[in-house]
């Protein structure tokens, strides 16, 4: 294998997670480490920062600086939400992003993103190929929702779980201490994959947990809903539901309410206030006090609750893509396995072909939700109790956190 | 002093806290321990309890388990929102209570509460006194709202103002990593006092809080509120506002929707969707997305972010409570002092008269609050930096809180 001499460009891309940063401190400190690589940029929000020629020049951070990355929260480089056109359609932006790989001298680019970053990646390395300039992508995958192809679980999952679990136990002892009637609606994020909704049941594990929790997987019935809630109601006096954002109805049609004049980049719809929706309903039919609760961005951006293991995970994804780039592999995502070592949880990477990835959604499979479509099996405890192990590494300051603070030094081009 | 010998009931009444169970520690294990106290009793739901004997032996409980009560949120024992008549107007509840206390020869009530159980407290102790039964009644502070009378702060505030500053810390982590603009608003609770919402000041000592802060303290102006906003925004792109859930126009009107066919028991106006309602407000005037977040219950219940000063101080109010009245004193609650010693911050307790505390709300004084009155001044993170600290003891298994089961045994009657 020819060796590639060059500098690399490390983006983030999308939603960000609690763990996303610990990837990009994989990534940065190989690619430092890596004598193939000439210089290390931080892209300013994502492809944007490409686009735009605003690159970070992350061999000017401090090394202790860039360690607190492992724990600190949302993107630390910026995000973007951001759809390229087809190449095939408009090549414009590839052309752009050509230009800044030419005067940089980029030849390594590390994307830690979703799905649609995957297609991103996917997209750039064809074309970079078809065009001739020599030049290795590589995706790093991060999302809560869990919801990326071919991959055991995705880094950034296992820590909003931890976080959704921890508060639905914590939630589930405050909404059950008054003396009065009391029904409790907790909104967790999650478009099309239930994963992090589901994971409110290692809730129940831990002793304190929702009573129904509805999952997008399963088409979404409100009389059905109505029902369940009233059953456990009258047996309980109480009623404690966890609902995905994402939950639709037999045509595919979202309960939320779907703010019509607004979007994201992609053109997916901004869900919200299904809690409050549902909240209504369920006035309509339980005379008791109903509490609708969204963490909204807290359960994305926690910490605080961050597994280790999750981290540690998330640190290795971007560490593998930088070694596995500079000793030739391009036109990949890091993937994970499960191994199960005398009993005990091990995770192993694999790469995967960028292309299998792009744009494909692994969803919670059926069996491992209720008949009744309102619960979920022991199967998903098993698979996710794993992955929230490891009490969180964030280093505190006067028992408030010290998260890294970059200097952001900008890049000047090479060539 | 004349020893005063039979039983004694520990209530828990009002909103719950991530510590108030440290003080039904700290009060049942003095109780145990007292050989005054011929039974430990904790009322089921507070005074509801009392009135229809529902009383559990706290003796019957395992100690191991009783411990795991330092780090349990929301009320173990159940809680209540019910005001009692005044008994000059209506003594029926005074009397079923005294009904109780010859039942199960009671002679020593522990209320652990706010405002309006001190006001209760207070009551009873009256209604006893006059009806010459011998009885001593002592109030153990809480409130996350931190404003109870005479105190130099509240038992339950700091666990919950650790929670909002690094709450904030995260959020505008995430707030502030797209490149689009953004306006993010979060709703703290706090109907009349500012000191919970003020603690997001935290996040700024720490590195990363918010632009605006808006307590109660001071009149809300919606015309000065969009102007701060605008002018926050127009000169960063980005705009992270936090507002108690009890501000007020100058007519003292909320300027929150008040969900008017719904109140406490109290008679309270149920507040809430104040973030909603300011969003709607500012996307009228600034051109980017806008956020509210509500944290809701997720603030009075996060016991893995518990202070452990908060929670030892919780502890010691229980236990100087029992001891107080054991060794004579009644009608008195247990208040915090500030001592510093060599730099250090140093709490005390002391004892204060019922009727000096009862039904007044202590706010947060107005040069801690910025002139322009959507800030907080460095006074206040003096005050309320050293209450945050140490990291919560509460106890994990499997990467999730193990909170206190108890077997609440129902007592029986001894007389």
Chains 1, 2 share one sequence.
């Not at 907790?186 to 909704?197: N, S």
């Not at 359960?299 to 500079?326: F, I, M, P, W």
């Amino acid at each position: 294998m020819k060796e590639l001499k060059g500098a690399c460009i490390i983006g983030q891309s999308g939603g960000p997670t609690a763990v996303i940063n610990a990837s990009v401190l994989g990534a940065v400190q190989a690619a430092l480490a890596a004598p193939q690589i000439t210089n290390v940029y931080g892209a300013a929000h994502g492809i944007k920062g490409v686009l735009n020629q605003q690159l970070y020049d992350m061999s000017q951070e401090d090394p202790s600086e860039l360690e607190l990355l492992m724990f600190t929260p949302a993107s630390a480089l910026g995000t973007c939400r951001y759809k390229m056109k087809d190449p095939d359609v408009d090549p414009t932006d590839y052309e752009k992003l050509l230009e800044t790989f030419r005067k940089f001298n980029v030849r390594y680019f590390f994307y830690n993103g979703g799905n649609d970053s995957m297609d991103t990646c996917n997209k750039i390395s064809k074309f970079m190929l078809k065009n001739g300039y020599e030049c290795r992508v590589m995706g790093i995958p991060k999302t809560i929702d869990n919801d990326l192809y071919g991959t055991d679980h995705c880094p950034g999952f296992a820590s909003a779980a931890k976080y959704i679990a921890t508060s639905c136990m914590e939630v589930k002892h405050d909404a059950c201490c008054y003396d009065t009637g009391m029904v409790t609606i907790v909104e967790v994020m999650g478009r099309h994959a239930g994963w992090l909704t589901a994971s409110a049941a290692l809730a129940n594990f831990a002793g304190a947990g929702p009573d129904l929790i509805y999952l997008p997987e399963v088409d979404f019935d409100m009389d059905s809903f109505l029902n369940d809630v009233e059953r456990v109601y009258n047996a309980t006096g109480k009623c404690f539901v966890v609902v995905s954002e994402g939950i639709h109805d037999k045509d595919g049609k979202f309960i939320s309410e779907a703010k019509t004049n607004s979007n994201d980049g992609f053109g997916h719809a901004q869900l919200g206030g299904l809690a409050n929706k549902l909240a209504e309903v369920v006035r309509g039919r339980v005379s008791a006090k109903v509490r609708a609760i969204e963490p909204s961005l807290l359960q994305r951006c926690a910490t605080h609750l961050a597994s280790t293991t999750d981290a540690t995970e998330a640190y290795l994804a971007g560490k593998t893509a930088v070694n596995a780039a500079v000793n030739g592999d391009t036109d990949k995502m890091v993937a994970f396995e499960r191994n199960c070592i005398l009993g005990n949880y091990v995770c192993s990477t694999k790469l995967l072909p960028l292309e299998s990835v792009a744009n494909f959604e692994r969803k919670v499979p059926r069996e491992w939700i209720n008949a009744a479509g309102n619960g979920v099996e022991k199967a998903f405890i098993d698979y996710a109790l794993p992955l929230i192990q490891g009490e969180t590494g964030m280093k505190v300051e006067n028992a408030l956190p010290r998260f890294a603070r970059l200097k952001k030094v900008l890049a000047r081009p090479t060539c």
